[in-house]
């Protein structure tokens, strides 16, 4: 997912993240958090997308194997980081993985 492609959501909803310490409200320029207190109601005029760091989690393992060739991008990387899926620490060894593979982060063609 590219920046621009995960922007695209914000053309018709607003985002939320559940992270495990609360609610947040994404800002739309540069990704920042605003803690709200609920998930407010969707509706046709108001519609929401809400992402669950909990259900990233579960996906985490298979998104990020270094031996995947679906594995994710370094740029989606960065934006789950901004976000707060991914911790700095997970993102910056995640970045050293990719750069080191012998195909870095490019899938070999057989």
């Known amino acids: 997912m590219t920046q621009e492609a ?3 959501s914000f053309n018709t909803h607003t985002v939320y993240v559940t992270l495990d310490d609360g609610i947040y409200k994404i800002n739309r320029d540069d990704l ?6 609920h998930l407010p ?3 046709k005029e108001k519609p929401i997308i809400v992402l669950h ?3 990233f989690d579960m996906a985490k393992s298979y998104l990020m194997s270094i ?3 679906l594995r994710m991008d370094l740029e989606s990387a960065e934006l789950y980081r901004i976000i707060g899926f991914l911790n700095n620490e997970e993102y910056e060894s995640y970045k050293v993985a990719v750069e080191s593979h012998p195909f870095n982060g490019r ?3 057989v």
């Open 67 to 69: 031996d995947n060739p």
């Open 53 to 55: 760091k909990s259900q």
């Open 6 to 8: 995960f922007h695209l």
């Open 32 to 37: 920042s958090r605003e803690s709200v207190q």
């Open 107 to 109: 899938t070999q063609l």
């Open 41 to 43: 109601e969707p509706s």
